[in-house]
């Protein structure tokens, strides 16, 4: 059965900081994808990012970035000059392209400070 | 583009009664849609997939009698808590895929269910 560990419960940081929330997922599958998911006071759920588990190079789309480490089953994010409006819940989450499922981490609070 | 509702968006209701709640894709054609459970400060637990034309199929440990499941439509899916129970009282939230499993889900804004 596939995990995903997110060890952080919650985190500070000031605004226009950059911050790295850490996963970290177990799976025998070799076909997956990983995903951040950001869930705002609103609870509307939005897709931050993706990775595809066969792809080497790193996903970026704006501020925020990922480091894939598929050998050490590592996923973390990395925000970069944070805004208030980044602070919300963060998911992270795997999906084997065989069971189709997302599965997701217990997440991590984000408070970004003014 | 891509944008999936909930109706409703909350609701309160005694507890034996059942509820409805809808997911609808409203600028695409969902093959598959997911239902999901959110107790407070916990994360999503996924509850069944529902395919357009087909029974879902639930997650063990979910109540197929109690928590039915109707996809009877592509932009359209239904949850149905039968006979709820405080227990039940959480937030409900879809999500909708037009293709196969490398397709980006969208997720609904959640239903917040309170039983009393």
């Known amino acids: 059965a596939q995990t995903v560990t997110q060890s952080q419960p919650e985190m500070s940081v000031q605004e226009a900081e950059t911050v790295t929330l850490s996963c970290t997922y177990d799976?025998?599958?070799?076909?997956?994808?990983l995903f951040w998911y950001k869930q705002p006071p609103s609870r509307q759920m939005i897709l931050v990012i993706r990775?595809?588990?066969?792809?080497?190079q790193n996903a970026t789309e704006n501020r925020f970035s990922v480091n894939f480490q598929k050998a050490a089953k590592s996923f973390s994010l990395k925000i970069s000059d944070s805004q208030l409006g980044d602070t919300a819940m963060y998911f992270c989450?795997?999906?084997?392209?065989?069971?189709?499922?997302?599965?997701f981490g217990k997440g991590t609070r984000l408070h970004i400070l003014p | 583009g891509a944008v999936v509702s909930q109706h409703p968006s909350w609701v309160i209701c005694k507890s034996g009664t059942s509820v409805k709640i809808e997911c609808r894709s409203l600028d695409f054609q969902a093959t598959t849609m997911f239902w999901y459970r959110q107790f407070p400060k916990q994360s999503l637990m996924l509850m069944a997939t529902s395919n357009e034309g087909s029974k879902a199929t639930y997650e063990q440990g979910v109540e197929k009698d109690k928590f039915l499941i109707n996809h009877a439509s592509l932009t359209l899916s239904t949850l149905t808590v039968t006979s709820a129970h405080p227990e039940d009282s959480s937030f409900y939230i879809c999500?909708?895929?037009?293709?196969?499993?490398?397709?980006?889900?969208?997720f609904g804004p959640g239903t917040r269910l309170l039983v009393l």
């Open positions: 999500s909708a895929r037009v293709g196969s499993g490398w397709e980006t889900q969208y």
């Open positions: 799976t025998s599958e070799s076909n997956y994808y």
């Open positions: 989450a795997f999906m084997s392209v065989r069971d189709d499922k997302i599965i």
């Open positions: 990775q595809e588990a066969y792809k080497q």
